[in-house]
């Protein structure tokens, strides 16, 4: 097995023991995207944790902007400095997403490969390709579409490969699996893709995707958006983010199968959960505060300073006066 492999298994285990507990496609992707959100959490919550290192010097770095103005190679000088001192690494938000990428691509595959991952006991034991197309031959009722490379891999093994493309659809027309829920909701075919059917209940799928992923990603641009530049936040990026992202949750989930788009729905509910809560847990507004609250006292206190040494300078001048007077 290549690394790929080992790190997939997990995952697959999962999703496996989901459907054993739960026999019904449909709820084992409910509880799966649960689990793996769970499973990932403590990343999402170290990406949020490095985060708010941010707001913490947000203040001082707009006091270096203020002071040094137009001057942006002695700002960028002090800002390292401010760095050092706090020890703050700029990269270090990113580390927990770039973790969290690959993983996320682990998820999907499960998703969209049950044959290979979900309805064999025994992962890898054999030729992915082979293993569908042999299941493939046994099932009854396959869509034309699948039916036909079905039929031409017959004529020729060498496209064995292509077969992988329609594991799902093959999935579900397999007499050999006993799986309740084969339907979401009694009306979507989890196994069939949107954009063969665009006149079907399966449409709902590309826009409770769209959707479901619009609100994700506002609600957590509202409750982030100290953590982000202003100009970015008000620029092409933040828009990016808001709109860009849905648009192409929408394109994925009407070109792929029912399956992904839902488990990307609840994907989507669950980051919503997950926004508040870390909000509630790191809430950028309060660190701020305290921020600002600790800079006002050290003004105060250098201000307090400074009029001490005024008033001992003050001082020492009257008392040398007074001195020569004597």
């Known amino acids: 097995m290549d690394i790929w492999s080992y790190l997939i298994v997990p995952f697959a285990w999962i999703m496996q023991l989901c459907m054993k507990l739960l026999n019904n496609y449909a709820l084992a992707l409910l509880a799966y995207a649960l689990i793996t959100k769970l499973v990932l959490f403590p990343l999402s919550m170290r990406q949020q944790k490095n985060s708010l290192n941010m707001v913490r010097l947000r203040p001082y770095q707009d006091a270096l902007r203020k002071k040094y103005g137009n001057n942006q190679e002695k700002y960028n000088m002090e800002l390292q400095k401010l760095y050092q001192r706090e020890g703050y690494n700029p990269m270090s938000s990113c580390l927990p997403l770039l973790i969290q990428l690959p993983l996320i691509f682990l998820v999907y595959s499960i998703v969209r490969h049950p044959i290979t991952y979900v309805y064999y006991g025994e992962l890898f034991t054999a030729n992915t390709a082979q293993r569908v197309y042999d299941l493939a031959l046994k099932a009854q009722g396959l869509p034309e579409a699948v039916q036909k490379v079905v039929d031409a891999i017959t004529a020729d093994p060498g496209k064995l490969s292509q077969i992988s493309n329609y594991e799902l659809q093959i999935y579900n027309a397999s007499s050999e699996i006993s799986i309740a829920g084969d339907k979401l909701f009694g009306l979507i075919d989890l196994s069939g893709t949107p954009s063969q059917d665009i006149w079907s209940w399966m449409l709902l799928i590309p826009i409770l995707a769209g959707v479901t992923g619009y609100l994700a990603s506002w609600i957590s641009q509202k409750f982030n958006s100290l953590m982000q530049d202003p100009a970015q936040q008000n620029g092409c990026s933040g828009k990016m983010m808001i709109y860009m992202m849905p648009l192409m949750t929408v394109y994925f989930c009407f070109t792929f199968n029912c399956a992904l788009g839902w488990y990307w729905i609840i994907g ?59």
Do not use: T
Request: net charge positive.
């Open 268 to 326: 989507n509910i669950l980051g919503v959960a997950q926004s508040f809560i870390l909000h509630k847990i790191y809430d950028p507004k309060k660190v701020l505060a305290e921020v600002e609250a600790k800079m006002a006292r050290e003004k105060e206190q250098k201000k307090e300073k400074r009029s001490a040494a005024a008033a001992k300078k003050a001082a020492a001048i009257a008392a040398s006066k007074n001195k020569k007077k004597k």
